[in-house]
């Protein structure tokens, strides 16, 4: 049981490169969660998808698009990177909206 | 704006010792409570919720947490620390009424001494 796999798990890339975060999960779960973890910030919400074919803007969308490609996959583009985007990425999961959050186990994605 | 204030990076407890991890937050009304554990390298785990009822909540692996609204509180507890717990602990609210939109703290490194 894989729960939510998150693709790849290391990436650096040069400002101004392009790149898409691919999340997918085997739980049949219909919302999914793009969060961005920083030091001393926790996690922030960047995007989400309460159910296939719709998303919705987090608390830090600005530079990241997503699209929820069918109801398993949930991906993140930076369509042009930042050093500021530096950080550690987490997909998520939920069942519905009252029920837990399950983690992927990250990407770690740095901007130089 | 909502927030969520963990008042502690880091702990240090020795093994067998009991701990208490502080979460405040600032809502108007009661808001969905969570603890969240994240070992290095890894996603965060759930390790309890608070929603409604019973304002004392057991979780996974022998953790408690107490909600307290006059003290806009939800502090983890064990009593017991096993080194296997060192992680870092993030609290977590929603309060769009559970659409799981969550605030998290900035989280508390726990290390445990042996």
């Known amino acids: 049981n894989a729960g939510v796999t998150q693709t790849p798990k290391f990436q650096v890339l040069k400002t101004g490169q392009s790149m898409t975060l691919q999340c997918a999960q085997d739980?049949?779960?219909?919302?999914m969660y793009w969060y961005r973890q920083d030091p001393g910030m926790g996690l922030r919400l960047i995007y989400y998808?309460?159910?296939?074919?719709?998303?919705d803007k987090g608390e830090v969308p600005n530079g990241y698009n997503v699209s929820r490609l069918n109801k398993r996959e949930f991906s993140l583009r930076l369509e042009s990177a930042a050093p500021s985007q530096t950080s550690v990425y987490f997909c998520?999961?939920?069942?519905?909206?009252?029920?837990?959050?399950?983690f992927g186990n990250g990407t770690r994605l740095t901007v130089t | 704006a909502q927030s969520v204030t963990q008042p502690d990076i880091h702990i240090t407890v020795s093994e067998g010792a009991s701990l208490e991890l502080r979460c405040n937050y600032s809502?108007?009304?009661?808001?969905?409570l969570f603890w969240y554990v994240q070992s290095p390298g890894q996603g965060l785990q759930l390790l309890l919720k608070?929603?409604?009822?019973?304002?004392l909540v057991q979780g996974i692996k022998g953790f408690e947490a107490e909600f307290k609204r006059s003290q806009s509180s939800f502090n983890l507890r064990k009593p017991s620390v096993h080194w296997s717990d060192a992680a870092e602990y993030f609290c977590?609210?929603?309060?769009?009424?559970?659409?799981?939109?969550?605030?998290f703290g900035t989280g508390t490194q726990l290390k445990v001494e042996l």
């Open positions: 809502y108007g009304a009661t808001p969905y």
């Open positions: 739980m049949n779960h219909n919302s």
């Open positions: 977590a609210v929603d309060n769009t009424g559970g659409g799981n939109k969550l605030t």
């Open positions: 998808s309460a159910s296939e074919g719709t998303t």
């Open positions: 998520a999961s939920s069942d519905s909206p009252v029920k837990p959050l399950h």
């Open positions: 608070y929603f409604s009822g019973d304002t």
